[in-house]
């Protein structure tokens, strides 16, 4: 069955970085684009960014454009989120989803997510 | 960035009660909206994708309509394990977005 499972979570201080990982099992890997997403404590659910299939595209929220990249290495089938110049409000539950398609899409499946705090 | 807006926020309802929540986008997204169910201290679930496709699994009770700006996620003869928040999700323009939810509370 699908599986997801996110890695890399933690304490860490404003302007810090931290790379998460997302490690999937159970489907053609190379074929599904994968989201990143959050859920900061109290709030909703936030889209963060989306991996196209083959790694040669990555979108990203416009609050993170800049500071996070997603890449994946399918070799692995893991997706990576650097988290780079952290700030309090990137505090969040983080999850990788599955893609319905190779580029974007509803996210079919979904990790347990990983916790990321930035606090001094 | 297209902006999803859900109503309402919140809503308790009593078992076997129909719910309707709505999404409404701020342009047209043809058909490409989601939906999802989240429940306390577990990940997001799949619940209907592309407005009204089910998705294997989820209970008959839900079901979505809608296209262009305006989507409905309805819950007929709700359950007591329907408490939980839903979102709505736009995946035809980047960057891709989530409604703000909603909450709902089983008297």
């Known amino acids: 069955q699908v599986q997801l499972v996110e890695t890399g979570g933690g304490v860490v201080q404003p302007g810090r970085s931290l790379r998460l990982s997302c490690a999937a099992s159970?489907?053609?890997?190379?074929?599904?684009?994968i989201h990143w997403v959050r859920r900061a404590p109290g709030k909703g659910l936030e889209w963060v960014a989306v991996?196209?299939?083959?790694?040669?595209?990555?979108y990203y929220a416009g609050s993170v454009n800049g500071r996070f990249t997603i890449s994946r290495d399918n070799s692995k089938n893991t997706v990576y989120l650097q988290l780079n110049s952290l700030r309090a409000e990137d505090t969040a539950v983080y999850y990788c989803?599955?893609?319905?398609?190779?580029?974007?899409?509803?996210?079919?499946?979904w990790g347990q997510g990983t916790q990321v705090t930035v606090s001094s | 960035e297209i902006v999803l807006t859900q109503s309402p926020d919140f809503q308790s309802v009593t078992p076997k009660e129909k719910v309707t929540i709505t999404c409404r986008a701020s342009?047209?997204?043809?058909?490409?909206l989601h939906w999802y169910q989240q429940k306390p201290d577990q990940s997001p679930k799949l619940l209907i994708k592309?407005?009204?496709q089910s998705i294997s699994g989820v209970p008959s009770r839900f079901s979505g309509s809608g296209s262009g700006t305006d989507f409905t996620l309805t819950i007929n003869s709700l359950e007591a394990e329907d408490a939980a928040a839903y979102y709505c999700?736009?995946?035809?323009?980047?960057?891709?977005?989530f409604g703000q939810g909603t909450k709902l509370e089983i008297k």
């Open positions: 999700h736009q995946s035809s323009n980047l960057p891709e977005t």
């Open positions: 342009q047209s997204i043809g058909s490409s």
């Open positions: 991996v196209s299939h083959d790694g040669s595209n990555g």
């Open positions: 592309y407005a009204s």
């Open positions: 159970g489907f053609t890997f190379s074929s599904y684009g």
């Open positions: 989803a599955k893609a319905g398609g190779s580029y974007y899409g509803e996210a079919t499946n």
